[in-house]
């Protein structure tokens, strides 16, 4: 049956509606009543295991692996479904986070694994899994939040206005993406650009821990309070935190961790980049061996 004109203006007024709030995905084929639903929802194993006969969800051709993961890490069991990543457990979900980044032996299987981890529910509604850009052998690696809409389109971190101008920031201390390498602490689009959860970042964490384990780089710089909270031990906010490195331990050695701001908080005060001016100042004589 086609709705009449007036319910189509309705429903598209509605449609507006939701999508100038931000709300630009649909999560699930049905909606869901979450008020009404268990307080402690089935174990994942068990929920798995209730839904086996359930097709399995063929991911789309660019999430698929581009080669076979290592067999360690390939998943014994089917891929979970939007609903079921999202009732897993946030510390089973963890834990497999954990002992799949530890399986990883270079980047390319790490990534690989990435494409393949399915208990993360940021992953179904993301396009694409935004991994890296730039150098794997630099010495100073850069790391966001999250990918928006157009790191999402197109599968690398800092695509948009935000990596614009950290484009430009680089260059003013004489870097480009081929001496550096950029990640984010979460690598799939949270939908409608909103903050990841608590749960969404302890989730992603072992995995770019896993990369920058990887890179080995000399240097860490956290873009914005995100960043700096999950890879750094302080709690301060951004404007207290940032300006001063902190360490970081990799397997074989200790290097340090250097908060700043967030491009995109740049692009909305404008005035502050006089501080992202010293910090990115500090990156180069960290970089020279002078500070
Ligand atoms: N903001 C981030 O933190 N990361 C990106 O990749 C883009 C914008």
């Known amino acids: 049956m086609t709705p009449s004109a007036d319910a189509q203006r309705d429903l598209i007024a509605y449609l507006d509606f ?16 979450r008020f009404r639903e268990p307080e402690a929802p089935p174990r994942a194993a068990e929920h798995r295991a209730a839904a086996q006969p359930a097709p399995r969800r063929a991911p789309p051709a660019q ?4 080669r076979e993961p290592p067999s360690s890490a390939r998943p014994a069991e089917p891929q979970r479904t939007f609903g079921q990543a999202a009732s897993a457990k946030p510390d089973e979900a963890a834990s497999d986070a954990r002992a799949r980044a530890r399986a990883a032996r270079s980047l390319d299987e790490l990534e690989a694994i ?15 899994l935004v991994f890296a850009d730039g150098n794997p052998e630099a010495r100073v690696m850069f790391v966001g939040e999250a990918p928006g809409a157009d790191e999402d389109r197109v599968g690398k971190p800092f695509m948009g206005r935000s990596g614009q101008l950290l484009d430009r920031m680089m260059k003013a201390i004489g870097l480009d993406r081929s001496e550096a390498y ?4 979460v690598p799939w689009r949270p939908p409608g650009n909103r903050n990841p959860t608590p749960q969404e970042v302890s989730v992603c964490k072992p995995f770019i821990e896993r990369q920058i384990e990887l890179v080995d780089p ?3 710089v956290c873009l914005g309070s995100p960043s700096t909270q999950t890879l750094t031990a302080t709690k301060d906010g951004i404007l207290k935190a940032r300006g001063r490195f902190y360490p970081y331990r990799l397997e074989s050695r200790e290097v340090r961790a250097l908060a700043t701001l967030h491009p995109a908080y740049l692009l909305r005060q404008p005035a502050q980049k006089r501080l992202a001016w010293r910090d990115f100042r500090l990156v180069r004589a960290a970089l020279d061996g002078k500070a």
């Open 218 to 220: 000399d240097l860490i």
């Open 114 to 128: 990435l494409k393949d981890f399915d208990s993360c529910p940021l992953r179904f509604t993301a396009k694409n």
């Open 182 to 185: 950029v990640a984010n602490i």
């Open 63 to 66: 999430e698929r692996p581009a």
């Open 18 to 33: 939701y999508s100038e709030a931000g709300v630009d995905a649909a999560l699930d084929e049905h909606p869901h009543d």
